[in-house]
């Protein structure tokens, strides 16, 4: 938390010694841009690692331990093997026998740990990727920190609990700019705190007493040292670095309870929802002419072996005019009607005008929604194949890399010390010998049984289609307010 800056006033002979200095400051959660170690050298000291040194004088032996330190830091990846070699060498200089370093022979040999580092830094990005396309999903899905907070707000509420607070006391409702659901709980708009329109990024919330099964959400928030209740977050960057804060994620109890209640509530059958799946919102006049009406289902691609490929919210709808189906609004306007709603509600009047209409443009709005449903599937191929063809090759290199460590074990030259072993120990041996070389032969039928069954699964993949609810968008002009 506090410190970035180390200074060694003395170098051990073992440089490993000396890296676990280094890293009790240079390590996971240290927060400064660049650790700075120092070391003491004399004057003028060259930094020429082939040149001899006169060891045996203290500008000498500062020098030739710096060269340790600088060595030591260029193959810091190979440390544990190079590591020991550089402090025997160091000893060695320190007894006057040794004046240069010598490190070629056992770098060489480190190879083997260099392909495991590249492998890990490989690693390392595929994991980076991954993150940027989580993201990237999050923004597609608008998994905001104010429609998480909205979705638990909503479904506290259904549940009878009591409602999140911030600090200095409960959240006073007001509706969220640009709501993405299309759901109104209890006849009623969705609700969310009023400072999560302007602040949702960095307002902590407390979480109440909860009752019955909901009470278990309160486990994590105690802080483990001070004992202390912790507030809440919605937003990653808000927690990032703190322990005083517990953020909320989406596999937090909190939201997954939510979640589940929400999902009962959406597929209820008729009559037993607490949910209405139909709602209006207000929408700027520049964006809108007219009324617009917007379906939003759930897509989701089964493969061949009825397993879930991928699923998604779709959205599509179209223009009214003269309470009739004007014509299909495209994706891009789709999107842009959507995100500039407003938390506002026309007047009742105006939805009960709305409500009459919906029959006259409820076929049209199907058919629009199942063609954006054949687009989306189309643009789905591709991907689908792709993500195919990597997963297959995947798993063909994984075990052929599984494959190759089996045979190199199994060429390695059998140890003198089994003679000694006893007659169980031998066949125990001889046993696992076997056993590998089993496992080597299956390789290529599971190698062939695995390509095949992941291009079962991606074959012939089918659309399935659930409508949740229907948006009514309305220009602030035709709203029925003053």
Known sequence: NFCHRLIHYEIPWNPNRMEQRNGRVDRHGQKADQVLVYHFVGQGYRTNADADVPVGELAGDLEFLMRAALKTETIREDLGKVGPVIAQQVEEAMLGRRRVLQTEDVERSSEPVRKQLR?????????????????????????????????????????????????????????????????????????????????????????????????????????????????????ENVSRGRDDVVLVHLNHRLPQMCLRLLRAEV????????????????????????????????????????????????????????????????????????????????????????????????????????????????????RLAERAEKEAADITAILTELRKSIEQQLDEPEYQQLTLFEDLEREQFERNKNAMRARVQEIPEEIARETEAIKARFANPQARMFPVAVTFLVPAKLAGGE
């Open 267 to 382: 597929w209820a059958e008729k009559g037993r929802s607490r949910l209405q799946r139909v709602t209006a919102r207000v929408v700027p006049n520049d964006v809108l002419d007219t009324v617009a009406v917007v379906a939003h289902a759930r897509l989701v691609v089964i493969g061949g072996d009825s397993q879930r490929l991928h699923e998604e919210l779709i959205t599509a709808g179209g223009v009214i005019r003269e309470g009739k189906w004007g014509g299909r609004l495209n994706v891009g306007q789709t999107e842009a009607a959507i995100t500039s709603a407003t938390g506002d509600q026309p007047t009742p009047a105006v939805c009960e005008r709305l409500l009459e209409i919906y029959p006259a443009v409820g076929a049209s709005l199907a058919s629009a929604l199942e063609a954006r449903m054949k687009d989306r599937v189309g643009g789905l191929e591709k």
């Open 119 to 235: 492998f890990e830094r490989d690693l390392q990005k595929q994991i980076k990727d991954l993150m940027d396309q989580y993201r990237q999903t999050r923004r597609e899905l608008r998994l905001s920190p104010q429609n998480v907070q909205q979705v638990i707000s909503v479904a506290l509420r259904l549940a009878g609990q009591p409602p999140l607070t911030v600090a200095g006391g409960t959240v006073t409702p007001a509706v969220r700019k640009s709501p993405t659901a299309a759901y109104a709980a209890t006849g009623q708009p969705l609700l969310v705190a009023e400072s999560s329109e302007r602040n949702a990024a960095n307002v902590l919330f407390q979480l109440p007493a909860l009752q019955g099964s909901w009470s278990r959400c309160v486990e994590g928030l105690e802080h483990p040292h001070t004992r202390e209740i912790r507030p809440l977050t919605f937003d």
